[in-house]
Structures are given as C-alpha cells and as structure tokens.
C-alpha cells in the first residue's frame, strides 16, 4: 500500500494524523538535516501501523516535504 505523507519538520512534538484514506501529516520535533527528519518519518509512521520500521520505505520525495511512502 502507498500512502501520501505532507511532512512539517521542526514541530513542538512527533505525531502522524491521518487526513484521508491514504493521505497523512506527521509533524517530527526534529530539523530535516542528514536525513533525521525522514528516519522519524518511518519511525512515527512503523508505530501508527504497528509495523517494523524495515516494512516502510520512502519511494519518492526524500529531500521534499511531500512523500509517497510504500507500506507493506
């Protein structure tokens, strides 16, 4: 499953709210720098579905807010 991911880094606090059916906002409290941003991104996201973080891959938009991630 690919699900669409708008990133706010930076944030008071780390949480993923779901928008719609296969669309998310996670706010990470970390600054987007040497990939930290996105290493919190699968983190939050694992966690949300009850996944291993090894289940989750970002397959377009690494260095851009928006972001397709692939669940499996």
Do not use: C, Q, W
Not at 28 to 56: C, M, S, T, W
């Amino acid at each position: 499953m690919k699900i669409s991911v708008r990133v706010k880094t930076n944030a008071r606090k780390n949480e993923v709210t779901r928008l719609e059916e296969n669309k998310f906002f996670v706010s990470v409290a970390v600054p987007p720098v040497e990939g930290k941003a996105n290493e919190k991104v699968i983190e939050l996201l694992a966690e949300y579905f009850g996944k291993p973080k090894r289940a989750l891959t970002i397959v377009h938009g690494l260095s851009s807010r928006d972001k397709v991630v692939e669940v499996n």
